[in-house]
């Protein structure tokens, strides 16, 4: 699945845009879209900070407009591409700064043959990065296909005879083994339990004696004596 989220308070140009991103989606990969919608950078900042998996922005930008919900987005949903929707009297200087600079830009007036061509570009450049990268896991379920990179996991348990991969506000099932999916992650994981494997770079801290490993955001995991001797501090 691609989520994609447009900011834009413009009715006619959100609508133009959602058809071109599910049209563009399509032919581009079949892959299942989610696509939510939100009118400005309040409800922009709102959005963002429940940090949700956001895989591509497009982010309506006016002249003088500040930059401040942008850059708190490009902070919390480091992994999302942006494509800006601005027009040519606006300075790229108020854009083009350390942190918030767009991935691609499509300039106004907006019709549906112009946002075609940068789109599908736009669109390409996500999915070749994606293929490239190895920096995400997916879960197939449901005939459907969830992107989640390894920096939005918490941890990995397994449930009810299914496996469950939970980030900071959600957890996806899918059927595998703990043993074969532990050979397949990046050494950041380890397992600390028969049912559990954590993400390291989430531990704030280890509480051996009491068996639970605290992670960011308030989440825990157990830790059982099998696998205490893998989270004790080296003297």
């Known amino acids: ?8 308070p413009d009715k006619s140009e959100r ?25 400005d950078d309040e409800a922009l900042t709102r959005f963002a900070e429940s940090e949700p998996l956001v895989h591509l922005l497009y982010y309506s930008f006016h002249r003088g407009q500040s930059v401040q919900a942008l850059r708190m987005f490009r902070k919390r949903c480091g992994e ?13 200087l108020e854009y083009l700064r350390p942190g918030i600079a767009p991935d691609s830009l499509a300039l106004r007036p907006l019709d549906a043959v112009h946002l075609n061509a940068v789109n599908r570009e736009f669109v390409s450049s996500f999915l070749e990065r994606l293929q490239e990268s190895g920096d995400r896991f997916i879960v197939s379920a449901r005939d459907e296909k969830i992107l989640i990179p390894w920096s ?23 059927n595998d083994t703990m043993d074969r999916l532990e050979q397949s992650l990046p050494d950041s994981f380890q397992r600390c339990h028969r049912s559990y494997i954590v993400n390291a770079a989430k531990i704030v801290r280890v509480i051996l004696p009491e068996g639970f490993i605290e992670l960011a955001d308030g989440l825990s ?10 989270f004790r501090t080296p003297r």
């Open 1 to 8: 699945m691609i989520t994609v989220l447009v900011c834009d």
């Open 15 to 39: 609508a133009l845009l959602n058809r071109e991103c599910r049209q563009q989606i399509a032919d581009s990969c079949g892959e299942d879209l989610r696509l939510d919608n939100v009118l």
């Open 80 to 92: 999302a591409m942006v494509m800006l929707i601005t027009d040519s009297s606006v300075s790229p």
């Open 152 to 174: 939005r996991i918490y941890y990995f348990e397994a449930r009810n005879k299914k496996l469950f991969v939970r980030t900071r506000h959600e957890e996806y099932a899918f």
């Open 221 to 230: 995991v157990p830790v059982s004596r099998r696998y205490r001797a893998c």
